[in-house]
C-alpha cells in the first residue's frame, strides 16, 4: 500500500547535552552480541513489525553477509530482570559518527519506559566507541513515542523529508518474513 511518509532525521554531537533516562543503568543489563544473520533478523522482525519495518525483509543471504562483513555493525540485547526486551545496532562510519541504525523493544514490554532507557544506553554504547557524532532517524510509521523520547534525550532535529513509500500489508509482511526463513533453511541445508 502507498503510504505518506515523513521521516525525520535527529543528531547528538560531542557538545551537545545529551539527558539519559533516570535509572537505565540500574534497571537494564545490555550486552553485545556477535552479528548472527539469523538472530538480527528474528530482533528486527521482533521488534519492528508492529511499526511496519520492512527494509530488511527483502534482503537476501548474501545482502545480510555483506552488511556484517564490514566491521562496522555491532548489535546489543537488552535484558530486564533476565528477560531480553529489546534491541539496538549501532553502525559506525570512517568519521567516528554512529547511526543507531535500530532500535527498540519487543511490543509486549511497549509503554513500560525502557525506550528511554534502551536509548541511553545505546548514547553510552557509541560514545564509548569514541562516537563524534550519533544519529538516528524516525518517521511517521513509527511509535508516537518515538520522536519525543530522541528529543527528550537531547537530540536535535537536523532534517526531514516527506515522501510516499510502497507500505507491505500484513499479509505481504507474513510473505517477507517466511520467506526469509525458507532461504535460510535452503542456505543451511545447502551446507549439509
Do not use: Q
Not at 538472530?39 to 545480510?64: C, D, K, M
Not at 562516537?131 to 532535529?157: K, M, V
Amino acid at each position: 500500500m502507498r503510504t505518506k511518509v515523513r521521516t525525520t532525521y535527529l543528531e547528538l554531537g560531542p557538545k551537545d547535552e545529551f539527558l539519559p533516562k533516570k535509572g537505565y543503568r540500574e534497571r537494564l543489563v545490555v550486552k553485545e552480541v556477535e552479528n548472527d544473520i539469523y538472530l538480527n533478523f528474528v530482533f528486527f522482525a521482533g521488534v519492528g513489525l508492529p511499526w511496519r519495518w520492512y527494509s530488511r525483509l527483502r534482503w537476501t543471504i548474501e545482502e545480510w553477509e555483506e552488511y556484517f562483513s564490514s566491521g562496522r555493525v555491532k548489535t546489543f540485547l537488552c535484558f530486564d530482570s533476565a528477560r531480553l526486551t529489546g534491541y539496538y545496532e549501532l553502525e559506525f562510519d570512517e568519521n567516528n559518527d554512529t547511526e543507531i541504525k535500530f532500535l527498540g523493544v519487543f511490543p509486549r514490554y511497549l509503554g513500560k519506559g525502557l525506550g528511554g532507557m534502551l536509548l541511553s544506553h545505546a548514547v553510552d554504547s557509541a560514545r564509548n566507541c569514541k562516537a563524534e557524532r550519533i544519529w538516528l532517524h524516525t518517521c511517521t510509521n513509527d511509535s508516537d513515542a518515538a520522536l519525543g523520547n530522541y528529543i527528550a534525550r537531547g537530540f536535535r532535529i537536523f532534517r526531514e523529508e516527506e515522501g510516499y513509500e510502497d507500505v507491505p500489508g500484513k499479509d505481504d509482511l507474513t510473505e517477507l518474513v517466511s520467506g526469509f526463513f525458507n532461504r535460510y533453511i535452503e542456505r543451511f541445508n545447502d551446507t549439509d
